[in-house]
């Protein structure tokens, strides 16, 4: 009890003096040591790092679950190192009330036959969102997390400690400045020749203990000025370290982006997919249209032929309209331009609708070139002497 007791005490001494140096610091009654402009870069840097990383991280939990109040449970299970319960993401939820429609509306009419596709196209997409989220979370959000919770920590509290070695420094070295300037004084007090003549010369007696007394404290406190600049040395190479650290954490975290890049580039072209494929779908329905439906009372004549494709059926009946054999078989007939052609490497899978239409496989080399007339968003595909039509979204244009 009396060693605690002790203890106690000369840590209240201790956080009194830095108390102190603290507060003359802050009113400029007390000189300060200063870092080095370099160590000064590294601590701007690892504030910046610190900053920015906590804004991301915010944001990105934000672009993955946009419901604050599902945001907060998320975090409490995690604090409470429970399993986060399986949530419904908003496409599923849709998907769902889509088909429990198309039951009750009569999944035997167009509508309801529509909304069937429509829904099971919302599922995939709403497990594509559930994929992505989960993948994001792990590459991305959780280096971010561990960085702040871990590494961040161990920097902050390596700060701490270092200006507490510093206010010690700094109050060993007012304590020896003041001994110095007192012993100084006691001298020039005992240099002065006394008068033995005197009955008693003790102030003479007195200065000459002062200024031997002085002495003892001018050593004893340029020894706890030593002791005082090799812990402030240790601790400041110390935190250099863990602050030079800030570099590796840049590169894992850059790293950690071109993942989360990579996994929402996945994410968009699977939605894309889905959307493509159902739009292929829709379009195979008898009496289906695509597109925004003009008012019936605009006349026909006009109508540009942009919307007028966009409101026609997508598989019109008409005797003028070329079948899909009449047009592979006018594909096969046209020549490829004599400049222009370009090669292109296959970025998905994609199923031909018609025999107008070339199937691709992913990563495969194809030639392909431009018509006059045509789609800028088709392009015609040549793979040995198979030649069709193929989607520009489906290709990486190669010089």
């Known amino acids: 009890m009396d060693f605690n007791m002790k203890k106690l005490a000369s840590d209240a001494g201790i956080f009194f003096t830095r108390a102190v140096q603290f507060t003359e610091e802050k009113f400029g009654q007390a000189e300060k040591t200063e870092l080095d402009a370099h160590f000064e870069n590294l601590l701007a840097r690892a504030d910046s790092t610190k900053n920015w990383t906590e804004r991301i991280l915010r944001q990105t939990e934000v672009l993955l679950q946009p419901n604050p109040s599902a945001r907060v449970e998320e975090f409490l299970y995690e604090k409470l190192d429970r399993k986060v319960p399986s949530r419904v993401t908003n496409g599923e939820l849709l998907a769902q009330y889509m088909a429990e429609a198309a039951s009750e509306l009569g999944p035997g009419t167009p509508y309801g036959k529509t909304l069937i596709k429509v829904s099971e196209a919302e599922k995939r997409l709403g497990a594509a969102e559930r994929d992505f989220i989960h993948t994001a979370s792990l590459s991305f959000l959780t280096p971010l997390r561990n960085f702040l919770e871990g590494d961040w920590k ?24 003041k001994a110095k300037a007192a012993e100084a ?19 003479y007696i007195l200065s000459a203990s002062a200024s031997a007394l002085w002495n003892d404290e001018v050593d004893k406190a340029e020894q706890e000025l030593r002791v005082a600049q090799t812990e402030f040395d ?166």
């Open 185 to 203: 004084k006691a001298t020039c007090e005992g240099d002065t020749v006394p008068d033995f003549q005197e009955t008693r010369p003790r102030n």
């Open 234 to 399: 240790r601790q400041a190479e110390v935190t250099r370290l863990l602050l030079e650290g800030i570099s590796s954490t840049h590169v894992n975290h850059l790293r950690c982006l071109h993942e989360f890049v990579k996994s929402q580039t996945t994410y968009y072209a699977q939605c894309y997919r889905h959307m493509l494929d159902l739009q292929k779908q829709l379009g195979r329905f008898p009496g289906t249209f695509v597109g925004t439906t003009e008012p019936a009372s605009q006349p026909l004549s006009s109508t540009s032929p942009t919307t007028t494709a966009a409101t026609m059926p997508v598989a019109p009946t008409g005797a003028g309209l070329a079948t899909p054999e009449e047009a592979a078989l006018c594909l096969e007939e046209v020549a490829p331009p004599a400049s222009g052609t370009r090669k292109a490497r296959v970025l998905y899978d994609y199923e031909a609708a018609d025999s107008s239409e070339l199937a691709l496989l992913a990563d495969e080399l194809i030639t392909v070139y431009s018509l006059p007339g045509m789609d800028p968003d088709w392009l015609i595909g040549e793979r040995g002497n198979k030649k069709g039509k193929v989607p520009v979204t489906y290709l990486e244009l190669l010089s």
């Open 154 to 177: 161990t920097i902050s509290k390596e700060r701490r400690l270092l200006q507490n070695r510093r206010l010690d420094l700094d109050a060993c070295k007012a304590r020896l400045k």
